[in-house]
């Protein structure tokens, strides 16, 4: 089962080697890494997917991660609500009488054209992993020449009245920050 962290992490330089050197020491394999600027300035976002079956091992990498320096906060959303998506481009070699076909394709996942070119055509979709797998699927007799994807993206599904105040954050299961509490755990 593939379990999927959020970490919140100062945007300092050497924080994503101590995260990675972590998965390293515990012999992890990290399937996706995604990492950006969050909502609050000096903070990034990290999601980590992970292929580790163990519930009790993945509770000890979280525990572990919070122990590395620079890290304000990380939550295992595998079994929680979560908006997931990936990025991916998928340049497709393009003749005559490909090219529509390979558009209403396109169009049924709903993806989009990200460049029209003579000899080839590069399609963009942001959709959940199963979506993603099947566009690749229907895309497969069309000649793929490269596919280039992003790593999973989550984020928390929260109901907007569900709120929880600072003394909460790192040690329950709420798993949304507000800006206003990333600041406090800077501080």
């Keep these: 089962m593939k379990h999927t962290i959020i970490a919140l992490v100062e945007d300092k330089p050497g924080v994503l080697n ?18 950006g600027p969050s909502e609050t ?9 992970t292929d580790e079956s163990d519930s009790i091992r993945q509770d000890i990498i979280c525990k572990n991660l919070m122990k590395l320096i620079n890290v304000i906060d990380v939550k ?31 169009k049924q996942y709903n993806a989009r054209i990200a460049d029209d070119g003579s000899l080839s055509l590069v399609v963009e979709v942001s959709d ?19 596919i280039v994807r992003s790593g999973k993206i989550a984020m928390v599904r929260e109901h907007p009245n569900s709120r ?17 509490q990333i600041s406090n755990c800077l501080r």
């Design 18 to 35: 101590r995260i990675v050197s972590l998965f390293r020491r515990r012999n992890y394999n990290i399937n996706s890494l995604t990492v």
């Design 41 to 49: 300035t000096g903070v990034s976002r990290m999601t980590i997917v």
């Design 76 to 106: 295992d959303v595998t079994k929680t609500p979560c908006v997931i998506r990936e990025n991916v481009l998928i340049k497709l070699e393009v003749n005559g009488q490909n090219r529509e076909e390979i558009k209403n394709i396109v």
């Design 128 to 146: 959940e992993d199963h979506r993603i797998e099947s566009l690749i699927e229907r895309l497969s007799n069309c000649n793929i020449l490269e």
């Design 164 to 180: 929880f105040d600072d003394s909460t954050v790192k040690n329950s299961e709420d798993l949304s920050w507000t800006t206003e």
